[in-house]
């Protein structure tokens, strides 16, 4: 495999994509995800397995060329193309500049589903905010307010291995401001950090959920507590 433009390596990554393709697989995985995507029908092994010349370092695109294969990717209907795309941009996680946010929210807001979303969060994210404190509180005030069901997740579970450096305070105002929302996928991802946190600080998760009993869902708090039951 040689150096290729965005347009080649999309094509070269089809062409394995095709030959593997399985219509009974991708039917059961159009019906898992609820019809929300097409599938080639590869499963997960498999299509790392594919995958893998794709991502080896000596035959990695620039940055600025995967973050454009990564946009392409995103416009195309099989599911795949989506997992490989997050695979991809993982692999540029130490080379983050302060305007690769717009790339990672574009990949949140668009093709969302929690199976991308969920390791947008926590691989991009995650590592992203670690490298800008600084932009943190920005980034998820913006998010919080944008109406954006999948950004308000990302927003909760960025910091979900964060361990001792979790910033407590940031957290709670995050939960806080999705308190009273109806969406699941929000009610389970606050009770999932907290539960995630109690690995580290118990005592902290349930003084939080004791303060914040009335306010906090049914799920929110089964998830949070559920470790310590």
Not at 83 to 90: C, H, T
Not at 200 to 213: A, D, L, R
């Amino acid at each position: 495999m040689v150096r290729l433009n965005p347009q080649e390596y999309i094509d070269e990554l089809t062409k394995e994509f095709k030959l593997n393709s399985n219509e009974n697989i991708a039917a059961g995985q159009k019906a898992y995800m609820k019809d929300n995507f097409l599938f080639f029908g590869l499963k997960s092994e498999r299509r790392r397995e594919l995958q893998k010349p794709f991502l080896a370092k000596a035959f990695l695109p620039s940055k600025s060329e995967a973050f454009t294969i990564i946009k392409l990717l995103w416009s195309k209907p099989e599911r795949e193309y989506q997992l490989f795309g997050q695979e991809l941009a993982f692999k540029y996680v130490k080379s983050f500049e302060v305007e690769d946010i717009d790339v990672i929210e574009f990949m949140i807001a668009n093709k969302s589903w929690w199976d991308t979303v969920d390791f947008i969060a926590v691989k991009l994210v995650g590592a992203y905010l670690k490298q800008f404190p600084s932009e943190r509180n920005r980034i998820t005030a913006k998010w919080q307010k944008s109406g954006n069901m999948w950004l308000q997740r990302s927003a909760i579970l960025f910091q979900l291995k964060y361990k001792t450096e979790l910033d407590a305070e940031l957290l709670s105002i995050i939960i806080k401001s999705n308190l009273g929302s109806k969406e699941f996928f929000i009610n389970k991802a606050i009770g999932w950090i907290l539960r995630e946190y109690t690995r580290t600080n118990p005592q902290w998760v349930i003084s939080f959920v004791e303060e914040n009993e009335d306010a906090l869902s049914g799920l929110s708090k089964r998830e949070a507590l559920r470790l310590l039951n």
